[in-house]
């Protein structure tokens, strides 16, 4: 079925393709800088992105239209990912987090690491205390 051309659908289309330009892996994941003592730095930003886009047909004119869109985008430093000694670690460079959820939310990779790290551990003596055949 062929898409209906209006000057609505061009908007959006126009809008869409300006952001898709602005927008990309590298605006949320930046290019690694390494420093001279062997630390790789790489920066994060979060990225919101808003849209709207609205219109409707002239009434006293069959081929009349009036429309328009337009979209916002909000790119913002939130850290760096610190990479050294084939270990990596998140530097956040945000003010701390302020109500209790954004505290839980902050924590929940810190609780996944360690209930990683303790399932290793646990297993790693019933592995070696298992008897080879």
């Known amino acids: 079925m062929e898409q209906m051309q209006t000057p609505m659908a061009e908007f959006l289309r126009a809008s869409i393709a300006k952001i898709k330009e602005m927008v990309d892996a590298n605006t949320v994941v930046g290019d690694p800088v390494t ?3 062997g630390v790789t730095l790489v920066p994060v930003s979060r990225v919101s992105v808003g849209f709207a886009g609205g219109g409707g047909d002239l009434v006293k ?3 009349g239209c009036v ?6 985008i909000k790119i913002e430093p939130i850290g760096f990912l610190i990479v050294k ?3 990596v670690r998140m530097l956040n ?3 701390p987090a302020s109500t209790t959820i954004d505290r839980v939310i902050d924590l929940v990779p810190q609780l996944i690491d360690r209930a ?3 399932m290793d551990k646990k297993s790693a003596p019933k ?3 298992a008897p080879e055949a």
């Open 116 to 118: 990683e790290a303790f």
């Open 61 to 63: 004119q069959r081929d």
């Open 93 to 95: 460079i945000q003010p």
């Open 85 to 87: 000694d084939g270990a």
């Open 67 to 72: 429309g328009g869109s337009g979209a916002g």
């Open 127 to 129: 592995a070696e205390a």
């Open 35 to 37: 420093t001279p003592d």
